[in-house]
């Protein structure tokens, strides 16, 4: 699938048309259009993906690293068993706060 049909149907599932998500995104109302012949640039795919609300990487059709569970869901279970660097906000989460998480998962996982 294209990016110009990745953005479409995101756009769909918004609600939105190509010229509605374009102007949103502070670009020229058939940019998008454009897509169907030529590669966008970073720039504008960056702005896509924010008015969208999804990653840039999902609008690029990359495959996500982390296990999804569902598109709200990640499943950090295996990040924290495996001891996988895990951050929030571009931010290292200190090994103690890893373990503290680590003891609610499974203290949830136990109590239901």
């Known amino acids: 699938m294209s990016i110009f049909e990745r953005t479409k149907n995101l756009a769909d599932k918004k609600g939105l048309s190509l010229q509605q998500l374009a102007t949103k995104a502070g670009m020229g109302i058939n940019t998008i259009y454009g897509w169907k012949t030529k590669t966008p640039s970073s720039a504008s795919i960056f702005k896509i993906a924010k008015v969208l609300g999804v ?16 598109d709200d869901k990640i499943d950090i279970t295996d990040a924290i068993h495996e001891g996988k660097i895990l951050a929030y906000e571009g931010k290292e989460i200190p090994k103690e706060e890893v373990e503290m998480i680590r003891r609610i998962i499974e203290g949830r996982k136990h109590n239901g």
């Open 55 to 70: 990653t840039t990487d999902e609008l690029l059709g990359e495959k996500k690293k982390i296990n999804s569970l569902n």
